[in-house]
C-alpha cells in the first residue's frame, strides 16, 4: 500500500470533525442569505481586534447561516482596519490582532464566503494623503472627501488593495461602497482637455444654462463606468474568482444598460420606510439581468447619531418586498470600533435569516409580465441634480405612481428604455408613462408603435401628455395649464357625489379627433356644480389603446397618500386590461405575480403597519389581513393550490378559465403555488 494512501486512512481514524473538510463557499453572485457588518474604521482608532474572538464569530454563523458575510475592510474615510501593506494606503492606529485574519480563518471553517465593505470614490484619506488625486469642483477646488475617477487613485490605491486583499488574505470578494451616489462632474485638467478633445468645444461648461451640459454630464457617466470596468477587469485577471459590484451600479440610482462585467449588482434600501423602498429598489434590480440583492439596514435612524434597532417583524417585512421579486437579501449592523460584533443582534439576524430560508424557493424567479412602468434614463438623466443617485424631489413622483398602483393589486414591474427593446414590450398587457416632460422622439415613437399594434398606453400627467397629444386626440393648450387646488371623481364617471381634493398640476385639454372618449370630471371647489372639465381620455389607436390621465398625483401620492388617488389610477388601468391576479377583501397587500419552473408562483406582501410614518423609526406589530379572496387566470384547471412556505394545500373553484381561493390570514408573506 503506497504511504500517501496509508497516511489518509490513518488520519481519517481521527475524530469525524477532524476528518470532513471546509464546505466550499457559494461564490457571492451566488449567495440568498447574507450579513453585512461594518464601521468605517478611522485614523484615531486603537486596539483593534482586541474583543474579536474566533468563537464570536462562528457562533454567529452556526446561528444565522448565512451563505456570504459582508465586514468592515475601508469605509468612507479612507481608513483600513486591516494591516495593509500598500504603501498609499493608510489604517487604523493600533491593532491588538489582525482581524481579518480572524473573520477569514471563522468564515473558511463554515464555508462561508467573506466579502469586504470597501469604500470607493469617497475617501476622505486618500485626498488627504494625495490631494494630486482628488475631484475639482466646478470652480476648480479639490475636493476633501471625493477621489477623481480621472486619477492615479484607481492603480495606485484601489487596485493594489484589492489584489493584497485577494492574495494576501483570501477573501472572496468586495462590495465597493460610495460610488455611483457621491459622482459630481470633475473639472480636473485632464478631464477639461479629454472633454475639448472629444468634442471640439472650448471648454467645459460650469452651469446647467449652457446647452452643452447635458453632454458634459453624459462625458463623466460614461468615465465612471470605464473607471468600476478598469479595477474590475483588473482584479479579475488577479483572480478571476474574486467577485465585485459597485454599490448601487445599474440600479434606480444608475439606470442603464449593464456594460461592466461586475459579478452582481447590489445596494442598501432606505433605513426609513424601508418596505416601499425595498419594492422600488427591487423593481429596478431585477430586469437587468445579473444576480441581484438588497441589503437591509437593522436599524432605523435620522443619520445625526440616533439608531433605533429594527424588530424582526420589521425587517421581514423588507425582506418580502425583496425575496417575491426573486432577489437575495441581507442585513446590515454596525460592527464595533474594535471590529467584533454587536452579540445581541445575533438573535434578530438568526429569525430573519429562517424567515428568508423559508422561502429560498423564490430566488431567482421572474414576474411574469403584467404591469410595466417606464422608469425612463433619459428623463432622470436630465433631471437629476446628481449625475447619478436622483432624489426624491426628482423621482417622488414616479415612487409615489409606483406605490399608488401596488396599492391597486397590481403586480407591477420597472423598466427602462434599454429593456423595451426587441420585442419585449409585447410582452405587457399595458405599459405605463409616468409624469416625465422628457422623452427621446424615436422611444417615443416606440411606445406608439406598441399600442398600434394591440398593446395599451397609458399615459400620466401634464408632461407626458403634451409629449402624447396627437396620439390621445386631443388639443392642449399649454397657457391653460392650472397648478393649484381643485376637486375630481375618482370613480371616472362623473356621477358620483363624493369628490376628493388634491393640490398640483392639471392640463385641460380639447378633444381633436373621433373616437376619444372622455372620463370623470374635475371641479374648481367641492361644489360639484362648478365642473371644469374631463380627467382622462381613452382612444383605440391602431389594434390597441390609449389612454391619459391629464393631471399629475405622483408627488401627492408619494408624500399624501389617499385612496381616491390610489383609486382614480385604478378605475382608469382596469379600463385597459384585466390583471391576472385579482385580490378582495384588503388594500393592504401588494401582489407579485411570478414564474419558476414552470409554476406559476402568487405573492402576497403584507403592508399594513406603520412603516411609512415619517416619524416611526422601528415598530414590532403588523395586523395579520384575515380571509383574502385571490382570482387567478388559469387557462386550465390547476391540480392543486398550495400555500407557501406552510405547504398547506388549499380549497378552490374554478370556472371560465378563473381559479378562486381564500387565503385564510396573511401575517407577512405567504405565496400560492399553481401546479
Known sequence: MKKSVLLFLLFCQLPTAYCQLAPRPLPRSAGFWGLHFDFHAGLTDQRVGERLTPGMIDSLLVATKPDFV???????????????????????????????????????????????HYSGVWDNQAVKKHPHWARWDADNRPSDRYASVFSAYNDSLLLPQLTELSQTWGVDGAWVDGECWALQPDYRPEAVAKFRRETGLPDAPRSPADPTWHRWREFNRR?????????????????????????????????????VPVDFLSGDVAAANGVLSAAFQARCLAPQGKPWD??????????????????????????????AMGGAFQVYFNQNRDASIRTRNVPVLAEVGRFCRERQFLHRSLPRPQ?????????????SKNLYSPGDAEIGPFRGILTALMDAGHSVEIRSEHHLQNGEMQQFPVIVVPEWDFLEDRFREKLVAYAEGGGNLLVLGTGSARLFASDLGVRIDTASQFTGTFCFNADLTGRLEQVSCLTGARLPFAVEKPGVETLGAAYRSEDTRERTGALATLRPLG??????????????????????????LDNLIRRLYTPAVRMEGTRLAHVVLAEKEGQTLVSLLNVAGSHDAKNTFAYDEIPPLRNLTVRIAAPRKPQRITLLPANKPLPFAWKAGEAVVTVPELRLHEVLRLE
Open 371 to 383: 404591469v410595466a412602468l417606464l422608469y425612463s434614463r433619459e428623463a432622470i438623466a436630465r433631471l
Open 223 to 259: 468615465e465612471f463606468r470605464r473607471y468600476v470596468a478598469h479595477y474590475v477587469e483588473g482584479i479579475h485577471r488577479v483572480n478571476p474568482n474574486f467577485q465585485l459590484t459597485s454599490n448601487w451600479a445599474f440600479s434606480s440610482m444608475m439606470p442603464e444598460a449593464v456594460d
Open 294 to 323: 438588497l441589503m437591509a439596514w437593522g436599524v432605523g435612524t435620522d443619520f445625526r447619531g440616533l439608531h433605533v434597532a429594527k424588530s424582526v417583524p420589521q425587517i421581514c417585512q423588507e425582506a418580502a418586498q425583496v425575496l
Open 70 to 116: 459582508q465586514i468592515d475592510c475601508k469605509g468612507h474615510p479612507g481608513v483600513t482596519s486591516y494591516p495593509t501593506t500598500v504603501p498609499t494606503g493608510a489604517h487604523v492606529a493600533s491593532f491588538t490582532q489582525d482581524p481579518l485574519r480572524v473573520w477569514r480563518e471563522a468564515t473558511r471553517k463554515r464555508g462561508v464566503a467573506l466579502v469586504m
Open 543 to 568: 389594434r390597441g389603446r390609449i389612454a391619459g390621465l391629464y393631471l399629475n398625483l405622483g408627488d401627492s401620492y408619494f408624500n399624501r397618500r389617499s385612496h381616491d388617488l390610489r383609486d382614480v
